[in-house]
């Protein structure tokens, strides 16, 4: 009878830690930051003033009193389970218009599909190199 105790009692200990193993807390998806798709990248044109770039986009999340004429797009989505994404867009401007684009959220190439899951490498666009290649 004495020995029989302790070897309910490691039993159920055993049980416990299988049980527990299995579940898991929830973790909640968190969103920081500006999303910018590829249709609002798409509606940016050259010599856009600030307030139309600002209505396309939305206010920028980072803007530097050093870099006046730089804006940065900043987001991150970290979800509960899984890999953390990052975006960043950055918009320069030259006179107060739109002068470049860079980023890895920018507008698709001609015949190119993309989803907002793939990830896309970061690159700059002269926005006026576009212009005269849809002429």
């Known amino acids: 009878m004495l020995l029989l105790v302790p070897a309910l009692m490691a039993a159920g200990c055993s049980v416990t830690e299988s049980v527990t193993g299995r579940l898991k807390p929830y973790r909640m998806d968190i969103r920081e930051g500006n999303f910018v798709t590829q249709e609002m990248a798409a509606k940016l044109k050259p010599g856009m003033s600030r307030d139309e770039v600002r209505f396309a986009l939305g206010t920028p999340i980072l803007t530097d009193l050093f870099h006046a004429d730089r804006w940065d797009y900043l987001y991150r989505f970290q979800p509960g389970r899984g890999p ?15 002068a470049r684009v860079a980023g890895d959220v920018v507008e698709a190439e001609p015949g190119e599909t993309t989803t907002d899951a793939s990830p896309r490498r970061s690159r700059v666009v002269e926005i006026e190199a576009l212009k005269a290649d849809k002429k």
Request: glycine share 0%.
């Open 84 to 98: 953390l994404e990052t975006r960043r867009l950055t918009l320069i401007f030259q006179n107060d218009v739109l």
